[in-house]
């Protein structure tokens, strides 16, 4: 089971909401069905994010895909490190593999809990 201590997407990122600070990351499921990442693209500190729409994209031999924001706010963060090795999302989706912090001002109304995400990924045939 996937941490139950974040809200997910169905488009399978999640996000971790401690006080005002949003820790945001794609799902295993997410790296799972993409296999093979190449390249990731994250904003930089200081860039706005909006709810629902995209902050980042990754890339893997298959495809390209959007990355969306969870949350509307200010980018405090990013994991530069997860830039320059971005197959290390593939060991660690929920702890090392965060993406961006942001300085949280609104959330998306369509977060999942855990329970409900499982059965979202459950529903696709993971």
């Known amino acids: 089971m996937r941490p139950t201590d974040r809200k997910y997407l169905k488009s399978h990122e999640w996000c971790l909401i401690e006080g005002d600070v949003a820790t945001l990351g794609i799902t295993d499921h997410a790296i799972n069905l993409l296999s093979d990442l190449i390249y990731l693209e994250l904003p930089d ?20 895909s959007d990355i969306y924001s969870p949350v509307t706010g200010e980018v405090i963060a990013t994991n530069d490190e997860l830039v320059e090795n971005v197959m290390s999302l593939a060991e660690d989706a929920f702890d090392r593999g965060w993406m961006i912090k942001v300085r949280v001002e609104e959330t998306s109304p369509d977060l999942l809990d855990a329970k409900a995400y499982e059965e979202l990924v459950q529903a696709e045939g993971e």
């Open 45 to 64: 500190v200081g860039a706005k994010v909006k709810a629902g729409e995209p902050y980042g994209e990754i890339e893997s031999v298959k495809s390209v």
